[in-house]
Nanobody, 115 residues
Framework: VQVVESGGGWGQPGGSLRLSCAAS????????MGWYCQAAGKERELVALISSCGMTTYENSVQGRFTISRDNDKNTVSLQMNRLKPEDAAVYYC??????????WGQGTQITVSS
């Protein structure tokens, strides 16, 4: 099973970035896909989740700025990040959870926010 993120990089405060993630391989039905972030010296924490039926959950600080979406047929998930803030800078990880509650993580992609 592979989970691969793309789209990381540099953004300006107030700007936008879009992250994408694709899960492939011998993976059972994916129930939940989501994004987590880990800033330097901090624990990995939830950013946003989306279920197979489209229910979403957002961490408070990104609510209204970030939008998560997915394509169930392609096992892909995206994170549209708008109105970026310096504190959004972190390594962002994609996670897929299958119907047997197995977690699959991507390798992470770095987001830098600076002017």
């Amino acid at each position: 099973v592979q989970v691969v993120e793309s789209g990381g990089g540099w953004g300006q405060p107030g700007g936008s970035l879009r992250l994408s993630c694709a899960a492939s391989g011998s993976i059972r039905s994916i129930v939940v896909m989501g994004w987590y972030c880990q800033a330097a010296g901090k624990e990995r924490e939830l950013v946003a989740l989306i279920s197979s039926c489209g229910m979403t959950t957002y961490e408070n600080s990104v609510q209204g700025r970030f939008t998560i979406s997915r394509d169930n047929d392609k096992n892909t998930v995206s994170l549209q990040m708008n109105r970026l803030k310096p504190e959004d800078a972190a390594v962002y990880y994609c996670k897929a959870v299958d119907s047997w509650a197995n977690d699959y993580w991507g390798q992470g992609t770095q987001i830098t926010v600076s002017s």
